[in-house]
């Protein structure tokens, strides 16, 4: 490798890592990370702000200001190329005088998909393209949501090493130790949504927030999937907090109808299929709303009618040496464990310790 494209490679890995940073936060936009270099030197960074805007090329744009001319601009993703509340970023590039610009990954969004990089060819920029794995999974919940019209979906289970996730009339047990605990945290605050089904909400009253000391604010919008509607008024996640959104073919009704009214968008009913149809209606529903990543959390019916939706892309298991005895609940309710961990449809791509606990991450097979 050249030391031109060691160079590129490295400030593009910097921008992706940059980028990475909004994942949680950017939806329903990509979460872009964008430098700005000249001779070496980084001039500018930006990365996409709460909420999608403004975009990271035109944050680090006006950080650099005049010393944007004649620059090179490493960015994660295609420069958008369509106007919508702001004019499109390649524009804003080229307006700017950059010289060269460095792109990760082509953006199949039919408004860009092209059209960014021939915006910069167009005005005389140099442009490469440089496709790394690393901006694939960094941008993989915008790519399946403009391509499959549903969010990336994550399960994440929490198992016992005689393969429970809980015990049956116990509530909330811990199976997993503090650390791997922390680390599913951190995973809630780089995520879209984070889901659970009735049964869980009923059995363990869970508040799905991140607890991690400064990423409060980077909690998760919170689902609830029911098959009726009725659930619990009183649940710790229909109280104050981030957003919640109940998921279901019929409307809820009684004292969850009236707070849902008191507080508008901050609790809504999301109205999905019935019946076998009840998990791609409700990946579309979230696709339409924005939402790019999805973690599901539990329990044990939910997590296998994900599965028999053929919709995970990743499975994490947390493996503890705790046992949970004869009234464990199975982490797939009638599914065996086997059917992600020996399953053609995925492959096993990595593990790692924490403490005590091992984590096994899943993926779908191509």
Same mark, same amino acid.
């Given at each position: 490798?050249?030391?031109?494209?060691?160079?590129?490679?490295?400030?593009?890995?910097?921008?992706?890592?940059?980028?990475?940073?909004?994942?949680?936060? $950017?939806?329903?936009?990509? *979460? @872009?990370? &964008?430098?700005?270099?000249? +001779?070496? /030197? !980084?001039?500018?960074? %930006?990365?996409?702000?709460?909420?999608?805007?403004?975009?990271?090329?035109?944050?680090?744009?006006?950080?650099?200001?005049?010393?944007?001319?004649?620059?090179?601009?490493?960015?994660?993703?295609?420069?958008?190329?369509?106007?919508?509340?702001?004019?499109?970023?390649?524009?804003?590039?080229?307006? $700017?005088?950059?010289?060269? *610009? @460095?792109? &990760?990954?082509?953006?199949? +969004?039919? /408004? !860009?998909?092209?059209? %960014?990089?021939?915006?910069?060819?167009?005005?005389?920029?140099?442009?490469?393209?440089?496709?790394?794995?690393?901006?694939?999974?960094?941008?993989?919940?915008?790519?399946?949501?403009?391509?499959?019209?549903?969010?990336?979906?994550?399960?994440?289970?929490?198992?016992?090493?005689?393969?429970?996730?809980?015990?049956?009339?116990?509530?909330?047990? &811990?199976?997993?130790?503090?650390?791997? /605990?922390?680390?599913?945290?951190?995973?809630?605050?780089?995520?879209?949504?984070?889901?659970?089904?009735?049964?869980?909400?009923?059995?363990?009253?869970?508040?799905?927030?991140?607890?991690?000391?400064?990423?409060?604010?980077?909690?998760?919008?919170?689902?609830?999937?029911?098959?009726?509607?009725?659930?619990?008024?009183?649940?710790?996640?229909?109280?104050?907090?981030?957003?919640?959104?109940?998921?279901?073919?019929?409307?809820?009704?009684?004292?969850?109808?009236?707070?849902?009214?008191?507080?508008?968008?901050?609790?809504?009913?999301?109205?999905?299929?019935?019946?076998?149809?009840?998990?791609?209606?409700?990946?579309?529903?979230?696709?339409?709303?924005?939402?790019?990543?999805?973690?599901?959390?539990?329990?044990?019916?939910?997590?296998?009618?994900?599965?028999?939706?053929?919709?995970?892309?990743?499975?994490?298991?947390?493996?503890?040496?705790?046992?949970?005895?004869?009234?464990?609940?199975?982490?797939?309710?009638?599914?065996?464990?086997?059917?992600?961990?020996?399953?053609?449809?995925?492959?096993?791509?990595?593990?790692?310790?924490?403490?005590?606990?091992?984590?096994?991450?899943?993926?779908?097979?191509?």
């Amino acid at each position: 490798m050249s030391d031109g494209r060691e160079t590129d490679s490295r400030f593009l890995d910097a921008a992706i890592r940059l980028g990475r940073l909004s994942l949680g936060e $950017a939806h329903p936009n990509p *979460a @872009v990370g &964008a430098i700005i270099v000249r +001779d070496g /030197r !980084v001039l500018a960074r %930006g990365r996409t702000a709460i909420g999608g805007r403004p975009h990271a090329e035109t944050i680090a744009i006006a950080k650099a200001g005049e010393w944007a001319r004649d620059a090179t601009i490493y960015v994660s993703l295609e420069p958008c190329a369509h106007h919508g509340r702001t004019p499109p970023c390649a524009e804003a590039i080229v307006a $700017a005088g950059l010289s060269r *610009a @460095v792109v &990760a990954l082509a953006d199949p +969004d039919p /408004r !860009v998909s092209g059209n %960014g990089i021939a915006i910069l060819e167009g005005a005389g920029l140099a442009v490469a393209s440089i496709e790394t794995a690393e901006a694939r999974a960094a941008h993989r919940g915008h790519v399946s949501r403009i391509t499959r019209q549903r969010p990336f979906v994550t399960l994440k289970l929490a198992v016992s090493s005689d393969g429970a996730i809980g015990i049956a009339g116990r509530g909330q047990v &811990a199976v997993t130790g503090e650390i791997a /605990r922390r680390h599913v945290h951190a995973l809630r605050s780089r995520v879209d949504a984070i889901l659970v089904g009735a049964g869980t909400l009923r059995a363990d009253d869970p508040e799905l927030t991140c607890r991690l000391p400064g990423l409060e604010h980077r909690s998760p919008l919170r689902l609830v999937l029911s098959a009726s509607g009725d659930v619990p008024a009183g649940a710790k996640l229909f109280g104050a907090g981030p957003a919640t959104w109940l998921l279901s073919p019929k409307a809820p009704a009684g004292a969850l109808a009236a707070q849902m009214a008191r507080r508008g968008d901050a609790l809504r009913w999301i109205e999905i299929e019935p019946g076998a149809h009840a998990i791609p209606s409700a990946l579309a529903a979230l696709a339409r709303e924005g939402i790019t990543s999805l973690l599901v959390e539990g329990g044990a019916r939910t997590a296998a009618s994900f599965l028999d939706a053929d919709a995970v892309d990743e499975a994490l298991i947390f493996k503890s040496a705790a046992v949970l005895g004869p009234r464990g609940i199975p982490a797939l309710a009638e599914r065996p464990l086997s059917s992600i961990t020996a399953s053609e449809a995925f492959l096993r791509a990595a593990r790692r310790r924490f403490g005590p606990d091992i984590l096994t991450r899943y993926q779908r097979a191509a």
